[in-house]
């Protein structure tokens, strides 16, 4: 845990030396907005997810689909399950 | 898939510790009525989603071909009777979650599979415990 904490504390020093150096005007915020490099990268990420839903979508859709056939299909097959036991015809009087 | 046929064996063959669904040995199943019949399966169908927990009652029936109904009854915190019942409607677009006081919507992703997964439990519990039937072939054990 110590070690994390150290490791963090002289990242963020070295990131605002950095940024010092540079003589930029600093925001407070700066370093915690990201370099330009982390900005592209975050958004090809999107990207790759987003592409990656809407490849799945038609895949959940037809998921779903076939979840909604199957509770139908089950629907069917108990009420005609229970059908069978109520049908008079097939009634059997107790020994 | 692995997952889910996981899931579904541990639906299916339970708990051990749970106290499992028996019949009166001296029941004469063809002389019960629709709604008797709709007792029992509920029964069975409470124990799908595992042990009930202590001061709750659970109904969980398919009510007719379209039609799965969930019933859960508590007491909250307060010491206030609770109760929601949930309609589960079958329609070609999809399936239509049903509650009192909510907005109705079309159920998907993991509630939908879950419901999915109930479905096939309950039918597996019912056909066995219930009818005595064997779940694949439909034939009555003998």
């Known amino acids: ?95 | 898939m692995k997952q889910i046929l996981q899931k579904i064996n541990k639906l299916v063959v339970g708990d051990p510790s749970s106290v499992a669904f028996k019949l009166p040995k001296n029941r004469q199943l063809k002389q019960l009525t629709e709604r008797e019949l709709l007792r029992l399966e509920s029964q069975v169908g409470s124990a799908v989603f595992g042990p009930v927990p202590q001061g709750h009652r659970r109904e969980f029936f398919c009510f007719d071909e379209r039609t799965w109904i969930w019933y859960e009854e508590w007491t909250d915190e307060k010491g206030i009777r609770r109760e929601t019942t949930t309609r589960y409607e079958v329609h070609d677009k999809g399936i239509l979650k049903v509650q009192e006081g909510a907005r109705y919507n079309y159920i998907e992703g993991k509630e939908l599979e879950n419901l999915m997964l109930a479905t096939r439990v309950y039918y597996e519990k019912v056909a066995r415990e219930v009818y005595s039937r064997d779940p694949q072939t439909g034939k009555k054990f003998a």
Do not use: C, W
């Not at chain 1, 963020?12 to 700066?30: K, V």
């Not at chain 1, 859709?61 to 139908?72: H, I, M």
């Open chain 1, 1 to 95: 845990m110590s070690e994390h904490i150290h490791a963090s504390y002289s990242y963020e020093q070295s990131t605002d030396a950095t940024l010092f150096e540079n003589g930029d005007e600093i925001n407070p915020n700066m370093s915690r907005l990201g370099t330009p490099e982390e900005g592209r990268r975050q958004a090809e990420e999107e990207a790759t997810r987003l592409a990656h839903e809407a490849a799945e979508r038609p895949t959940l859709e037809k998921r779903s689909e076939a979840y909604r056939q199957y509770v139908e299909v089950i629907g069917v097959h108990v009420t005609t399950m229970r059908n069978m036991e109520l049908d008079p015809d097939s009634f059997t009087p107790a020994a």
